[in-house]
């Protein structure tokens, strides 16, 4: 048994869930067991939200949802393992081939690879990784014989010259930003007169718009898309007999997003607008990127991740989850200091 290893499940199909009793309370509550059939009969011809269960799978995990209706998509119901993992599984050979672009195949690639991270000056070790390679039965010297080399490092060096954040067409906006930023004289030194707080202006800062973002992406989403319009509850149950458990793992399962889609629910809607409405989670990151081997220069990304999507294909770097918000720029020190200070 300790050498079982069972594959994931996903939670059951939601035509399986059950109704429980209304929600009568309108803040997620269960509904207390003497109201009367008339008052509920009321309420539920005005929106009344309802409470959802699935069955469990056989981890113990079932999904709870509050809300009016059932949702009309589960995007986890054809969830597969090729969808949460990055490894290949590609029958066809030329599908394989694509998984090295520019090269044509899986021996230009190597061979390139060991000349261009080899280093220059070759070592013993780097004899035995070229001998490694060409003894591989997998590597074949037809698949070299006609390869265009220079076709492929000019391609390979001009990648990246039409970067989309350069592209105004791709939404990029380039504004001018000013900060106040705060100057204190040093220790032990007394102020001078005009030792106040200095504005700085970053006069060409990149960004795009987050809302251009939120419709590129929703507009964007296709058929059997793995986007989660609607928050639940996970629970985990060891058996009938035991006391469900709250479990914590995506955004979208978490108690801030179900508050926050219950009090957008509860607001006044825009009028004459039936559209449901949803919540769409930003989840920021930023880091320093280093853009040379040698020398200091560097860029300072802002990026976004959408918290609807599941952590798993989050971390799929295959599933391009990513957006591209800003880029930040370093602040020179000398430019608004005073110039007495700068020594």
Known sequence: MRFRDVIPQTPPSLQLARPEEPDMSGNGLP?????????VSARIGSGLRRLFRTPRNIFGLSRQYISTALPPYDPEEQVSLQ???DVPVCADPTEADELYYPFPNRSAFLLAEWHWNGGEQKSRTSFRNLTDIISNPEFLTTDIRDVNWDRINEELGTEGDDMEWLDEDAGWIHTPVTLSVPYQSRRGVPSRPGADPRNYTVN???????VSIIKEKISGLKDGHQFHFDPYEQHWQRSDDADPVRTQGELYTSPVFLTAHQELQDSPGEPGCDLPRVVVALMFW?????LASFGNAKLWPLYTFFGNESKYRRCKPTCHLCEHVAYFQAVSWTTYLPAQSAN
């Open 31 to 39: 509904v207390p067991a003497q109201r009367t059939p008339d008052t």
């Open 286 to 290: 930023s880091d320093a990127t280093q």
């Open 83 to 85: 969808d949460l993992s």
């Open 204 to 210: 060409d800062f990149r960004h795009r718009s987050l």
